[in-house]
């Protein structure tokens, strides 16, 4: 078990761990969460195995969750330089006040001065626009983006939860005035939550970002915590979320999961992150644990190898089905084409093309 392998996020050469540590959980200011001395344990054993990427946000746990990462990392300058710390803005952390959230000027450079300072470090290695801001113009996001790179505060620029075409007109406009452009996308990814398919995860790849999947285990529903055994019996942290999936196909997958997980000498949680691993322009996974132990069991998904067939089982019990303009799409190789194969893809003629050595009307 480990994750002394790396990969470059996005079109960038930012070299990050497969697994990257995600510190929501860190600090129990909410009345849940991971205590500081488990947090700080939890930071060490990730370190210790190869782990390079921790993921936080200015108001996780009341910013306490940045506040554990300074102390016990910001602070010290080799264990700093050896870690990519990526942080988030947007969230607003002052009641009443109108600029204290979102993505203006005025916002997004006190939000950065706000995280250096609970971090206790001199640059944010990945900077990420949390959530898409419809009040401000892209490009003043953009451009005051580009001023913490330019003054050095700031490595790397990310964006989540934010819809694909904006994302692409924020990257564009980047490009042509010369800014740096995001090179991260943080989206909600799973085998129960795949609707991003359909337009963010092919962006992604057009553009080039590399893809941080969060809430890859579905609230815990994939932990393995589930089963048809105990249906009913188990109590999750976000019931009425957990009961409104739960369900004949959620169970249907966690059996399949199951047998997998068996197959491999593994479980559940590995198996459903392993095909996560799999996917196109997926980087790296955010695992989050509020448990040490929880921590352990998941990052054994790096040992699991899916075969193809496993993969293909996976793809096919989980493959959502996307309106208009997919249907369109999918039949475009038989209209555009003509019966021929083009890169590898081939379909039959469709209806509409004439017949060969006819001629149209």
């Known amino acids: 078990m480990s994750l002394d392998q790396y990969v470059t996020l996005g079109r960038s050469g930012l070299r990050v761990s497969r697994l990257c540590l995600g510190a929501m959980t860190f600090g129990e200011d909410l009345g849940w969460g991971t205590s500081v001395e488990e947090s700080q344990q939890i930071i060490d054993r990730y370190l210790e195995i190869g782990g390079n990427f921790i993921d936080t946000a200015n108001f996780y746990t009341r910013s306490h969750s940045e506040k554990i990462i300074g102390d016990h990392i910001g602070r010290h300058p080799a264990r700093r330089d050896r870690t990519v710390i990526a942080t988030k803005f947007s969230g607003n952390l002052y009641p009443g006040d109108p600029?204290?959230?979102?993505?203006g000027r005025k916002a997004v450079i006190n939000a950065c001065e706000n995280s250096l300072r609970r971090l206790q470090t001199d640059y944010i290695?990945?900077?990420?626009?949390?959530?898409?801001?419809?009040?401000?113009?892209?490009e003043e996001t953009m451009a005051a983006l580009d001023d913490l790179v330019r003054a050095g505060k700031v490595r790397y620029l990310g964006v989540s939860d934010t819809p694909a075409w904006k994302i692409a007109e924020a990257n564009l406009i980047a490009r042509f005035r010369g800014w740096s452009s995001f090179?991260?996308?943080?989206?909600?990814?799973?085998?129960?939550?795949?609707?991003?398919?359909?337009?963010?995860?092919?962006?992604a790849s057009e553009f080039?970002?590399?893809?941080?999947?969060?809430?890859?285990?579905?609230?815990?529903l994939l932990s393995g915590k589930y089963t048809r055994a105990n249906a009913g019996q188990q109590?999750?942290?976000?019931?009425?979320?957990?009961?409104?999936?739960?369900?004949?196909?959620?169970?249907?997958?966690?059996d399949e999961l199951e047998l997998i997980a068996r197959a491999h000498n593994s479980s559940v949680s590995s198996v459903a992150l392993a095909w996560l691993l799999a996917r196109p322009a997926v980087t790296s996974i955010i695992i989050g644990a509020r448990r040490i132990s929880q921590f352990e069991e998941n990052v054994r998904a790096v040992d699991v190898n899916l075969t193809a067939d496993e993969i293909a089982h996976l793809d096919a019990l989980t493959a959502p089905t996307f309106g208009f303009p997919q249907y369109m799409l999918d039949m475009?190789?038989?209209?555009?084409?003509?019966?021929?194969?083009?890169?590898g893809e081939s379909a039959p003629i469709s209806e509409y093309v004439m017949p060969a050595g006819a001629r149209p009307y």
Do not use: C, F
């Open 125 to 138: 290695d990945l900077y990420w626009l949390h959530l898409w801001d419809r009040h401000t113009p892209i």
């Open 99 to 103: 600029n204290g959230g979102g993505s």
């Open 332 to 343: 475009a190789p038989g209209i555009i084409n003509g019966g021929t194969t083009v890169n």
């Open 235 to 254: 109590q999750g942290g976000r019931g009425a979320l957990v009961d409104s999936v739960l369900n004949e196909a959620t169970y249907a997958l966690i």
């Open 208 to 220: 080039g970002l590399g893809i941080t999947p969060w809430g890859p285990l579905k609230s815990g």
């Open 183 to 203: 090179i991260g996308l943080q989206i909600e990814y799973s085998l129960l939550e795949r609707t991003v398919e359909r337009e963010l995860v092919p962006m």
